[in-house]
Every structure is written in structure tokens, then in C-alpha cells.
């Protein structure tokens, strides 16, 4: 998954307002205790972490 792709998800799920202030602050045990842009700056993958989010957060299954 291309990151172009990662932040559009994030944006149609969250909104644009919301999926920045999420990526930068929200805190996953999933992420290894990282929030999204850590995860990202880490070196995960873009799907792995679009997967974590999916999970943590409920996305459903049709927006996967």
C-alpha cells in the first residue's frame, strides 16, 4: 500500500480533520506503543499499520 493510499483511508474514515490529530496522537500497544506517525517513521509497513488502525479501531470491514 502506497502511502498516498494509507492517508486517503485515514481521511475518508476519520476525516480530514480528525485523521492527522489521530495519527499523531493516538497511542497503539499494537504499534509497539507508537502512534501511526511513529509506527510510519519506524519503518512499518503502510499496510501493517492501516491493518492496526482497522483493528483498533473498528473500521469496517467494507472500508478495510
Avoid at 10 to 15: A, S
Amino acid at each position: 500500500m502506497r502511502l498516498t493510499v494509507f492517508w486517503q483511508r485515514m481521511t475518508e474514515h476519520f476525516g480530514a480533520g480528525y485523521a492527522e490529530s489521530f495519527a499523531r496522537d493516538h497511542v497503539m500497544t499494537e504499534l509497539g506503543g507508537r502512534t501511526v506517525h511513529e509506527a510510519l517513521d519506524a519503518g512499518w509497513e503502510a499496510k501493517d499499520v492501516w491493518r492496526v488502525v482497522c483493528a483498533v479501531m473498528n473500521v469496517p470491514q467494507q472500508s478495510r
